[in-house]
């Protein structure tokens, strides 16, 4: 066997595999800040997730979070870390809106994943019906698709986070949500998803998972959570469904 046939052998047998996930699927499910885009990549996720620490301090509220809390970059952790202290608070309320307005300013610069727009174009021209479920806002989802012209593609099956926190991945209820909604078995269901909640929650549903990792790092952590189908790029389903398509 030669090294060129060597090097070949995994990417035919990811082709193969993308192409099972693909004919499997009826209904297909996107995770959004990752797969669809880069929410943050105009704005740092860390600097928002300091304002909202900023706010809380403000408020006198500085001894809230632990040590290790203070310190991290993702928003959603601080927005976990006040919800587990004071669960359906108005607290909770303001701080998950002031989130969700950061997230707003930030659709103007976000930056689409490769591929993301025509795939979602092209797999609803081959009939598969698409939804998001995400930890984002409903209404940032909103404003990025309108802008991307791509809301017809998911519209109405658009499930994302509201005040009621406990349901944030990797709790499935948007997964559950979207299939209740879209009349689909889990077993018709795929999944896209590019952290380690996403591939949890596809577990908890039932529903076949699809990693998509833009880095090594990304990738490692899909890995850790049990993710055995990963991608570093959308290309290979594009290529797959046009494939398909003459």
């Excluded at 950061?102 to 698409?130: C, F, K, N, Q």
Aim: charged share 25%; with cysteine.
């Amino acid at each position: 066997m030669t090294s060129d046939t060597k090097q070949t052998e995994p990417v035919t047998a990811q082709r193969e595999r993308v192409r099972e996930l693909i004919e499997q699927a009826r209904v297909v499910l996107w995770d959004f800040d990752g797969p669809i885009c880069r929410l943050f990549a105009g704005h740092s996720a860390e600097r928002v997730a300091a304002e909202l620490m900023e706010w809380l301090e403000g408020r006198g509220l500085h001894g809230l979070l632990a040590e290790d809390e203070r310190r991290t970059a993702d928003p959603h952790a601080v927005l976990r870390a006040v919800d587990r202290r004071h669960p359906d608070s108005d607290l909770v309320a303001e701080l998950e809106e002031r989130l969700t307005q950061a997230e707003l300013r930030a659709v103007p610069s976000a930056w689409p994943t490769a591929y993301a727009d025509p795939l979602i174009r092209t797999w609803t021209a081959v009939g598969a019906r698409l939804a998001i479920a995400t930890n984002n806002s409903p209404r940032v989802v909103h404003s990025y698709l309108a802008d991307r012209r791509l809301v017809d593609c998911f519209a109405p099956h658009v499930y994302g986070r509201t005040q009621e926190l406990r349901h944030l991945k990797p709790n499935p209820h948007y997964l559950n949500r979207a299939l209740t909604a879209m009349g689909a078995a889990p077993s018709q269901a795929l999944f896209i998803g590019d952290t380690p909640t996403d591939c949890q929650a596809a577990q908890e549903a039932g529903v076949m998972f699809l990693g998509y990792a833009r880095n090594e790092r990304k990738g490692k952590l899909l890995l850790d959570a049990g993710a055995t189908d990963i991608v570093g790029s959308l290309e290979p389903l594009l290529n797959t469904l046009r494939t398909a398509r003459r």
